[in-house]
């Protein structure tokens, strides 16, 4: 969750070097107060002590200070586990105050949380953010999260929401890089080769696929190994490479908009279900008005009846009286 500020400009910002930030993971409860004071000061939704507890508990390795000599300045707090058969992570709470804001200290906070998320095995991390928040979604959108959906009156505010969502890619994509690039080596010829070093090296991290251009996470670390290739090689190199790039791109659409196509689904049958739960409750209404109408009639018959009875003692009444 993110609240848009837009009186950050007016705030006086802190000057500090890069350097001068500590980032330390959730260690006791001694943390917890600091966390706390942050997000009470700086988000617009409320939390119970409750809320922070579930988090930094359950999930104590997601959770991240920034410090700067010895004072609190950031904190983010996560969670990660099944959702949909997906095993994904989630952001619940960022905030840098506002002194502090613009020099990199969130992008800190947030890297350190996906890092340990991806090592966790999470293939996709997601969370909300105000729609008039332009700094977040900056933010996000450079660490590669999407705008998957719009939550409309999401907070208490009534502002909207988008959903963002960041996709990790499977093993066996870094897997085919791999074998892309010891096809490569096992095809140089040295004698009629070309040095390319400054282009080209052995390693996954130099082919431009969109997986490394949507973010740094994708990245895996470079090597200083370069090789000779023929200009040759070189056509071909290029050509799978740009296979692979449309391969990776349409896997990752293919998957997100599954995803969005599912949940979509998913609400559409719950929407259907609530409707006809409703239906039920309609017509059992219906079913039990139609038994009081029913017995209303018979009630009135009985006392028409009663009616008739009481006429007719009336009358045997006055004959008896006329007689004597």
């Not at 020099?103 to 991390?125: F, P, Y």
């Not at 870094?174 to 090296?201: G, N, P, T």
Request: glycine share 6%; with cysteine.
């Amino acid at each position: 969750m993110e609240r848009n500020s837009e009186d950050d400009a007016e705030i006086e910002k802190v000057d500090f070097d890069a350097s001068e930030i500590e980032y330390v993971s959730y260690g006791g409860e001694h943390h917890l107060p600091l966390i706390m004071n942050l997000v009470d000061q700086e988000l617009s939704e409320p939390y119970s002590i409750f809320t922070y507890r579930y988090f930094v508990y359950l999930w104590p390795q997601l959770s991240f200070l920034a410090f700067h000599k010895g004072k609190c300045v950031g904190t983010v707090v996560c969670k990660m586990g099944e959702h949909r058969n997906t095993f994904r992570g989630y952001i619940a709470m960022l905030v840098v105050i506002k002194p502090y804001r613009g020099k990199g200290i969130a992008t800190g906070l947030v890297t350190r949380s996906i890092k340990v998320m991806m090592e966790s095995g999470c293939e996709e991390v997601t969370l909300e953010a105000e729609v008039t928040n332009k700094g977040a979604l900056a933010l996000y959108g450079r660490l590669g999260f999407i705008r998957a959906k719009r939550l409309f009156h999401y907070y208490l505010n009534g502002v909207d929401a988008f959903r963002l969502k960041l996709l990790f890619p499977r093993s066996e994509l870094h897997s085919s890089f791999l074998s892309l690039s010891d096809k490569c080596e096992s095809h140089i010829h040295s004698d009629h080769a070309i040095r390319i070093e400054k282009w080209f090296s052995v390693n996954p991290s130099t082919i431009p696929c969109p997986l490394h251009r949507r973010s740094p996470f994708f990245s895996p670390a470079a090597t200083s190994t370069s090789f000779f290739i023929t200009g040759r090689h070189y056509l071909l190199l290029l050509f799978l490479n740009f296979i692979l790039h449309s391969l990776c791109l349409e896997y990752l659409e293919s998957k997100h908009y599954k995803n969005v196509v599912d949940e979509v689904n998913l609400e559409k049958d719950d929407i259907r279900k609530e409707l006809d739960d409703e239906k039920n409750k309609v017509e059992n209404l219906e079913l039990q008005l139609a038994g009081m109408e029913r017995k209303i009639e018979q009630a009135e018959a009985e006392l028409g009846q009663m009616r008739s009875e009481q006429e007719n003692c009336e009358a045997l009444l006055l004959s008896h009286t006329s007689f004597l």
